[in-house]
């Protein structure tokens, strides 16, 4: 039976490649990504790297950085990533027989058994050079026997360019090679508080990591741990995932542009939030039972007076229809408003899913009837809002919005919206 080997392939800075991709006056120029409302730096093209803009920092800190640079600034544009993202995925689906997408900008494939017809440089670096082709985006690959070792192999070609954004881990060398020089909270999975540990053992490289004993690492931390162990050890543990899992929640909220304290424009916000997670429900094919309804003021502001409260509501049989959702998310909100406060942020989730059809209501449940012609307005709506950007939306949802999030340096929907298509003059 042949070694399993995975290919991590990652998109480079790319929130800040997708905006530089229909603006070829930026090549060259630094780029920055902002977080809701405009706050904070989310993202930032190599060029902004260079000059030290450190991720997360707020807008105010670094303005004057920004301007002495001439760094261009963007408010996230969430429609335009995840379109190009679709793009980059459906390429690589094209390249590989199994795809797992692993987040928005990264993707696992599995190229087991095509080392015996191909070299697998040489494949990566095709992979790099069709999806730059195709979409504009420039990714960095790693290939291993192992996914830990595949996201090792994908941070060394994205640290050392001499690499051409490819490296090759599948050879046992070269692993411990690399892992004698990776600090052990670059190792997938391994987060601060398990490098504190870990260092206190005398772990400090993931090298050091790698050769510890599997059985000790399981009784001192977990079998987690201990999986991890023997995936830098070249040993696959984690599986490809085909299907991404069902989500388990949906949570849709947002931070305000503005403070919320008209209780009208709070009903507009609850709305919108609802509207949106049922129809990524539906897109789940999904139904769900469980509603809850939050809001808050900002914990940050002295001028607020605090105030946090959330409701929540089982509907005697689940759904998928926003109508049923609304009505119940009024009934929460009627008893979460309290006048005098500035609201900061609001929010739903919905949880307890079903797949349709499986439910067994109580003897005394009042069970809500999915009439087929619900079912079709909902598939329509959802069809005509894909198709020409938010069509159809109810009246509870208001218009202006004015509650909505500051997004001041928005780029156009390139890719979604044929009325903002790029012009080539």
């Not at 504009?136 to 090792?152: D, R, Y």
């Not at 090759?168 to 052990?184: E, F, G, S, Y």
């Not at 050769?211 to 696959?236: C, K, M, W």
Request: charged share 25%; aromatic share 8%.
């Amino acid at each position: 039976m042949s070694q399993n080997i995975f290919a991590l392939v990652d998109c480079n800075n790319f929130y800040a490649s997708c905006e530089k991709l229909f603006r070829p006056d930026l090549a060259e120029k630094p780029v920055v990504v902002l977080s809701n409302n405009d706050g904070c730096i989310i993202a930032r093209s190599r060029e902004a790297k260079t000059l030290g803009i450190k991720m997360g920092l707020p807008v105010f800190q670094v303005r004057d950085l920004l301007r002495k640079h001439d760094v261009v600034a963007f408010s996230s544009n969430y429609a335009l990533y995840a379109d190009m993202s679709q793009r980059v995925m459906s390429t690589l689906e094209t390249l590989a027989p199994r795809v797992e997408v692993y987040s928005i900008d990264e993707a696992f494939l599995d190229l087991t058994g095509l080392d015996f017809s191909q070299n697998l440089t040489e494949f990566g670096i095709s992979v790099k050079h069709i999806v730059q082709k195709w979409t504009g985006i420039t990714v960095c690959v790693g290939i291993a026997p192992s996914k830990t070792l595949a996201k090792l192999a994908n941070h060394a070609a994205k640290t050392w360019h001499k690499t051409g954004g490819v490296v090759d881990l599948t050879n046992k060398d070269r692993q411990r090679k690399l892992l004698a020089l990776l600090p052990v909270n670059e190792v997938w999975g391994i987060g601060g508080k398990l490098t504190k540990r870990l260092q206190q053992l005398g772990i400090d490289t993931a090298l050091q990591l790698a050769d510890a004993d599997p059985n000790y690492i399981r009784q001192h931390f977990s079998v987690v741990v201990e999986r991890t162990v023997r995936e830098l050890n070249g040993e696959s543990c984690i599986a490809l995932e085909d299907i991404a899992p069902t989500k388990k929640q949906i949570i849709s909220s947002r931070a305000f542009g503005e403070r919320i304290t008209d209780k009208q424009q709070m009903c507009e916000a609850i709305s919108e939030y609802i509207s949106r997670a049922c129809k990524k429900l539906r897109q789940e094919q999904q139904l769900a039972k469980h509603l809850t309804v939050f809001l808050r003021t900002s914990p940050f502001s002295d001028k607020d007076a605090p105030y946090s409260a959330s409701k929540s509501i089982e509907l005697d049989s689940p759904s998928s229809d926003t109508r049923v959702f609304l009505a119940k998310a009024m009934l929460l909100l009627d008893g979460l408003w309290m006048n005098g406060y500035r609201y900061a942020k609001a929010g739903v989730m919905l949880a307890d899913f079903y797949d349709p059809g499986v439910h067994q209501p109580g003897l005394f449940d009042d069970p809500i009837v999915q009439k087929d012609s619900d079912q079709a307005l909902m598939q329509l709506m959802d069809k005509l809002n894909s198709k020409h950007a938010d069509t159809i939306w109810f009246a509870s949802q208001g218009s202006q919005q004015e509650w909505g999030m500051k997004r001041e340096l928005l780029s156009p929907a390139y890719t979604t919206n044929w009325a903002q298509l790029p012009i080539v003059k």
